[in-house]
């Protein structure tokens, strides 16, 4: 990858000789966009296409009311001089007057050998040419921002690439133009770019990022597509819950993404709702682990993040049993309802929960004395006809 200066010899661009310490520089703030977020295309004057182009995410222009040409926009909506076009246009020269104002560290070169940059701000000094694949290196943080400053224009060569490596977001890349921009045909871009004039895309050009001009946006056939940030829910975490006990209300919330957002799970879990703004609640139906993932969309409809939860629904610490009784507490001698002597006597033990069983009756009183034996392990029944009055002293577990 090489930027070429139009003016010839002495192109002053920001490149690190030593790659270690460019990726290891402090990544810089990323400014606002506001309003401006959830447009992949804005024009100030006019927005064009000579060929069928497509935008995902709201399309907009203001303070002209031109858009002409075949787009089809998808996920969004067409704004033509209105107040929301009127506002994301001042957020987005409100975010372009930010990144003027953002210090740049500069080293005059002649060429650049193709070593991934890492998070930072790069000032170009005159017109700039983009010619291979620019690779830009988070080193595995989602938090990285590259901002690159060009004091008039920019162009890429055609075929000409972007990259975002290592965990990095295309979301987190900002390209302040002092004049215009022009993508050669074929080129593979990405970030938000950020234009005091023209936006101009040659024919295959496609873009993942946001296109905001002051001037006229032209297309020639291209996709642009809104591109996402590092979109993350909170908590980290969730307590654990009791079978047929009530379960919340806990909310669960985002952040990285344009509000508000719709949260859907993955899969449903019994007796448990998520609603659309982030609240669980509901009477768990069945013990055991459980593991859902919970989805987060953002206002756009195209950008997502999620968590994946475990919880952990465990049995009720009572004992239930029939014929009714006032249940112990654990390990406490319990007294069950009398029974009488050669009539069949019934009762169950268990907990309410759903989860396989494995019953044992243990004697535990004086030697001699019959205790029952027909304690179906699986359900907990005992089934069972004394042969004599007395009393029957035993111990029955779950294990």
């Not at 001009?213 to 975490?237: F, K, R, W, Y």
């Not at 379960?247 to 799970?265: Q, S």
């Not at 009762?347 to 044992?360: A, E, I, R, S, Y």
Request: aromatic content about 8%; glycine content about 12%; some cysteine.
């Amino acid at each position: 990858m090489r930027f070429h200066s139009r003016a010839g010899l002495g192109l002053c661009f920001l490149a690190i000789a030593e790659a270690p310490t460019l990726l290891a520089g402090q990544s810089p703030a990323p400014p606002s966009l506001a309003s401006a977020d959830s447009f992949a295309v804005l024009g100030g004057s006019s927005v064009t296409s000579t060929g069928p182009s497509v935008v995902t995410g709201n399309l907009g222009v203001s303070p002209g009311t031109t858009i002409s040409g075949s787009i089809a926009v998808k996920v969004g909506v067409a704004y033509r001089n209105d107040s929301v076009a009127r506002q994301a246009q001042r957020d987005a020269t409100s975010a372009y007057n930010d990144l003027a104002g953002r210090t740049c560290t500069t080293v005059s070169s002649t060429g650049f050998d193709g070593s991934p940059l890492g998070p930072g701000v790069y000032c170009f000094s005159s017109s700039a040419q983009l010619s291979g694949t620019l690779i830009l290196d988070a080193a595995n943080d989602p938090n990285a921002v590259w901002i690159f400053k060009f004091a008039t224009t920019l162009s890429t060569a055609a075929g000409s690439s972007v990259r975002v490596i290592n965990s990095g977001y295309e979301n987190n890349v900002f390209w302040h133009i002092g004049d215009s921009i022009t993508l050669g045909a074929g080129t593979t871009f990405l970030g938000n770019v950020l234009a005091h004039n023209d936006i101009t895309l040659h024919s295959g050009a496609n873009v993942s990022g946001r296109l905001l001009a002051q001037g006229v946006v032209s297309l020639a056939g291209n996709n642009v597509s809104l591109c996402c940030g590092h979109i993350t829910l909170s908590p980290e975490t969730l307590p654990n819950g009791v079978q047929g006990t009530p379960f919340g209300p806990f909310t669960i919330t985002a952040g990285g993404g344009l509000e508000p957002y719709v949260f859907t799970p993955s899969s449903p879990f019994p007796g448990i709702t998520l609603s659309p703004g982030g609240v669980l609640s509901g009477t768990p139906t069945t013990a055991g682990p459980v593991t859902f993932t919970i989805i987060a969309t953002d206002s756009t409809h195209v950008c997502s993040g999620s968590r994946t939860y475990t919880i952990d629904i465990v049995c009720p610490e009572t004992t239930a049993i029939s014929p009714s009784a006032t249940p112990p507490a654990p390990s406490v001698p319990f007294v069950l309802p009398p029974a009488t002597a050669c009539i069949p006597y019934t009762l169950k033990f268990g907990d309410g929960c759903t989860l396989p069983h494995n019953f044992v009756l243990t004697p535990t009183g004086p030697a001699g004395g019959p205790v029952p034996s027909e304690l179906n392990p699986t359900t907990g029944v005992l089934q069972w006809t004394p042969k004599k009055s007395g009393a029957y002293t035993f111990t029955v577990s779950d294990g």
